[in-house]
């Protein structure tokens, strides 16, 4: 799952923009695995990086899970330190003459890096965030998926797809009566995950099909070409 290049490779590819992707440890109900979202976010990095030829990183697997807290096997990390990480990435970079990174975000508890990149990029074009919504709803669309990303909130259609499709050996058969509806979630930043769920999953993933996620997977790496041709303008 890590990238396997040496420093041959990354010399001889020369590339100007680094990527990183960014998951999470957290819970997943009983059919998906605590490192879900690191394995999601790592795939897309892989395939953007391998269709455009960026210096592909390895992953920051521990990020900003608090709402998923009191959920066995969830680890946190502050936003603070999430921010400092990235803050050292990016000046170890520096000295390596890259100047660009893409954040390829798994986790979408990991608001603080929007305001990463929106800091970051004050001064210059230095920071992209990837996938946005209009990328997810693309992907979603183009996979003909039932939910909507609202809907679809935690281990539903969308993440069950894209495990199914790259790694079925990770996905439990219980996803097939996993379905769990909670569309109202007004003070989810109060009471976190338990307010609204007590199996830790909201969306439904008895929808998911491999199909869907291969074609949700081709559509961000397609989709990725309008955010790098904006970040190079």
């Keep these: 799952m890590i990238t396997g290049a040496t420093s041959v490779d990354e010399a001889n590819r020369g590339a100007r923009i680094a990527v990183l992707p960014v998951g999470s440890f957290e819970q997943h109900g009983d ?6 979202d690191t394995i ?9 990086a391998d269709r455009y030829s960026l210096f592909r990183l390895p992953p920051v697997t521990i990020s900003c899970s608090h709402e998923h807290e009191g959920f066995t096997g969830t ?11 990235i803050a050292d990435v990016r000046a170890s970079l520096a000295r390596s003459d890259i100047s ?9 508890g990991n608001y603080v890096l929007s305001n990463i990149a929106q800091e970051a990029n004050v001064s210059g074009r230095s920071v992209a965030l990837f996938p946005g919504k209009s ?12 939910t909507t990303a609202d809907e679809d909130m935690h281990g539903g259609e969308w993440e069950t ?14 996803y097939r ?16 995950m338990g307010g609204y769920t007590k199996s830790g ?33």
Aim: aromatic share 4%.
């Design 31 to 36: 059919h998906l695995p605590l490192a879900t």
């Design 40 to 48: 999601v976010a790592e795939v897309i990095a892989a395939r953007i």
């Design 75 to 85: 680890v946190s990390v502050s936003a603070q330190t999430l921010i400092s990480v």
């Design 100 to 108: 660009r990174l893409v954040l390829v975000n798994g986790h979408g």
């Design 135 to 146: 990328d997810i709803a693309a992907a979603r669309d183009a996979a003909g998926m039932v």
């Design 161 to 174: 797809s894209i495990l199914l499709y790259t790694h079925p050996e990770l996905v439990r058969d219980t």
């Design 177 to 192: 009566d996993a379905d769990h509806d909670a569309p109202d979630r007004p003070h989810l930043h109060l009471t976190g």
């Design 201 to 233: 999953i909201i969306g439904r993933p008895s929808l998911a099909t491999a199909e869907k996620g291969y074609r949700a997977l081709d559509s961000l790496t397609e989709s990725f070409s309008t955010l790098l041709d904006a970040f190079m303008d």
